[in-house]
């Protein structure tokens, strides 16, 4: 990734914020360097460029790292990330701009950023992890009937990646009841002796 992406990944991750030097530096890099971010350094607080119109689909790892970005000023990386209903819509709103964008883009970029908390499943977590499933799957019902989350499904499956309580909880929220379905055994297990090992089990029934 280029060295403006890296710069601000690495001042959200110690400041929370980007500095009107990456601001600048965005703003007069070349357009195939801004290609896919240019919504969410908005959302950041740099000034919005518009995207070139008729583009081709901006790549997948694209636009999950701009997505991650705007996650990591919400402190989703911690087990206290800080929201509210109007930044999580103005997130989604983002995260959905590129040429190409899907929600699974914004289920990617959740499920690789919340390993980095602590073990375990804070309440602020869990109530922000069912807010994300709410703008998923509730409010973009025919947008998510046609996306295809087998993806996530398989990552649950796979024994070599376990996933955790986080992660787990993710996938009872957004995942499509017949994939969740084939995932009940880990999600289950990854959730074990958490407070919130009974309320999955009531979902997943």
Known sequence: MNTIITSAERELRTIGTLSDTTCRSFMTADERIRRGFE??????????????????????????????????????????????????????????????AQLSDIVRALFALLP??????????????????????????????????SWFAQLLIDLRSKPTAAQAYLAVYTLPPALASQCIAPIIQALHLTRFEEEVKQQLE
């Open 39 to 100: 919504a969410s350094f908005a959302f950041l607080g740099c000034p919005m460029i518009n995207a070139p119109s008729g583009e081709a689909s901006v790549p997948v790892v694209r636009r999950v790292t701009a997505i991650r970005l705007m996650m990591l000023r919400l402190g989703i990386h911690t087990s206290d990330p800080h929201w509210s209903s109007q930044v999580l819509e103005q997130l989604i709103e983002a995260a959905l701009q590129p040429s190409g």
């Open 116 to 149: 980095e908390a602590p073990p375990g499943l804070s309440d602020t977590q869990a109530n922000l992890i069912r807010e994300i499933g709410v703008h998923v799957v509730g409010r973009q019902r025919r947008r998510y009937a046609a996306e295809d989350f």
